[in-house]
């Protein structure tokens, strides 16, 4: 295989192949499912952002975009809820990047009263986080 051939097989590896379009950004979405007047509370951080408190009421969505670094891309976020929002869930909300880049990469986070439940879209959300 000649030289060009190799470096753009690596530049596609590299890229992530996947149906998204070149240079889509990829995005985090949260759903406050929880029961009535249960207002969700979310941050969100990364090695480069604080995204601030978001509050959610029942019903309500957030989300944020943003594209992968080709050295790492993660998020790490903290979901409270309840009276007094007692009740916590920490995780890691997106990781990508590295030496392979998403395009169009899709996060659902939907918090119930059980837990957190999370899907890439396609399909049907599953259990991922219960409240501590």
């Not at 030289?3 to 979405?29: D, M, P, Y």
């Not at 007692?86 to 990047?97: D, I, L, P, R, V």
């Amino acid at each position: 295989m000649n030289r060009l051939s190799c470096f753009l097989l690596t530049i596609g590896l590299c890229i992530g192949l996947s149906n998204a379009k070149w240079n889509e950004k990829n995005s985090v979405h949260f759903k406050n499912s929880l029961g009535r007047n249960n207002i969700l509370k979310i941050n969100c951080i990364s090695n480069d952002d604080d995204l601030g408190f978001h509050y959610l009421r029942p019903g309500e969505t957030y989300e944020f975009s943003f594209h992968d670094s080709v050295i790492k891309t993660e998020f790490f976020c903290d979901l409270w809820q309840g009276p007094n929002f007692k009740f916590h869930a920490g995780f890691t909300g997106y990781e990508g990047g590295g030496l392979i880049v998403h395009y169009g990469k899709k996060n659902f986070w939907d918090a119930r009263e059980d837990g957190i439940y999370f899907t890439h879209g396609q399909k049907m959300p599953k259990l991922e986080y219960t409240w501590k």
